[in-house]
């Protein structure tokens, strides 16, 4: 019994040097790689009294992606100023991470550019050889320019319109006088007159008043109090009011019944605007 005991105890021996001799190597073998070719890591579990145990674990990883940069995109410093199509005025970029993921919102800091406009006075402008007024009459028909009717001899007159109640505006027109244009193809002899404007809105100055005006009783009001009279009227092709060409709304011509004096007005719609063509009927 004494030999079989002393057996049983030798084997014993051999078994804990072989288990020992593992351990070490396992050991070796993991100090000498650390973690597997694909990024695990080994961890042994040696504690006395329990068996070997193998447990392994894959690290989180986290890929970051950068997106091309675009000019005027947040990013791209050197033409931070210079945005592609769709991307009103210069962008910066806002960025914010969650997780293992991150993103980036752009939002506009300029606007589109305000643009200014400039709108000069409303006055008429019109070619240097542009015919602005025919006049037709007994032996003919005779076309005039701007330039032409400038080279001629002005007459200046006051008018403004009786409209509502006074006091009424007054303003001193310059121009050609009817008469000497008629002069070039017949006279007015003794029938109506037809003034025709571009926007097709035509005034008939019948005999009664043609008459009315020369002789010194066509019919005015007094500018302050509204009081009727009547007075002399000289009819002229005007070009220019107070000094300055007629506005786009009225010129480039007007026919307008002037007075020697600023005192008295008349009926706005025998003064028609936009003058184009005047015809003796």
Known sequence: ???????????????????ALALV??????AGCGAGPDG?????????????????????????TTAPKRPGMAGDASSAATTPGGMAGGSAATSGQGGTGSTTRFSSTTGIPGTSTTTAGPTTTTAAGEVVLTVAGPSGTT???MAQLRAMDSVSGFWGVHKG??????????????????????GLGSGP??????????????????????QGTYQ?????TGVESTASVRLIVAYEMDASPLGASVGPLRLVP??????????????????VSVEVL
């Open 193 to 214: 007159l037809k003034v025709n404007t571009s926007d097709n809105f035509p005034c008939v100055w019948e005999a009664e008043r043609l008459a009315a005006a020369e």
């Open 40 to 64: 695990t890591t080994t961890s042994v579990d040696t504690a006395a009294g329990t068996p070997l145990s193998v447990s392994t674990s894959t690290p989180q990883v986290v890929t970051a």
């Open 143 to 145: 076309s005039f320019t």
């Open 258 to 275: 002037v007075t020697s004096v600023d005192s008295v007005v008349s009926e706005g719609k025998y003064s028609p605007f936009m003058v």
């Open 220 to 224: 005015v009001w007094d500018r302050l």
């Open 165 to 186: 109640d006074p006091p009424y505006a007054v303003n001193r027109y310059k121009g050609v006088a009817l008469v000497h244009l008629l002069s070039r193809v017949g």
């Open 1 to 19: 019994m004494k030999r079989r005991s002393k057996a049983s105890s030798a084997w014993g021996c051999v078994v804990v040097g072989f288990a």
């Open 25 to 30: 190597a396992v050991l070796v073998l993991c």
